[in-house]
């Protein structure tokens, strides 16, 4: 499988953008799938995970009430919404996949990732 996010930008605080994560080579279904983010310096961090089924969504408290992860089974594509942007969002976003995890939160638990997006928001 492949993943290949796009959407990312250059965005001033309080704005909006939507990430996207096309899947190939294999049905997205059949995968749980998150966002991460790595701004310089800092380590890879969650962002947000949903199940392979859409049925169950987790996300990180910096993001809880204006970011919303949300899956297109059909079309296999992840979609990162972001609403309140703010300066402390700048980061590369990168999508991830994997078969099965009981700790979404994790980078480890994932076994394939996308090349990132850059998002940057400015004051």
């Known amino acids: 499988v492949q993943l290949q996010a796009s959407g990312g930008g250059l965005v001033q605080a309080g704005g909006s953008l939507k990430l996207s994560c096309e899947a190939s080579?294999?049905?997205?279904?059949?995968?749980?799938m998150a966002w991460f983010r790595q701004s310089p310096g800092n380590v890879r961090e969650f962002v947000a995970g949903?199940?392979?089924?859409?049925?169950?969504?987790h996300y990180a408290a910096f993001c809880v009430g204006r970011f919303t992860i949300i899956r297109d089974n059909a079309d296999n594509i992840l979609y990162l919404q972001m609403t309140g942007l703010k300066p402390g969002d700048t980061a590369v976003y990168f999508c991830?996949?994997?078969?099965?995890?009981?700790?979404?939160?994790?980078?480890?638990?994932?076994?394939?990732w996308g090349q990132g997006t850059l998002v940057t928001v400015s004051s």
């Open positions: 991830a996949a994997t078969n099965y995890t009981s700790r979404p939160n994790l980078p480890g638990e994932y076994r394939v």
């Open positions: 080579g294999v049905t997205q279904r059949s995968y749980a």
């Open positions: 949903i199940s392979s089924t859409g049925g169950a969504k």
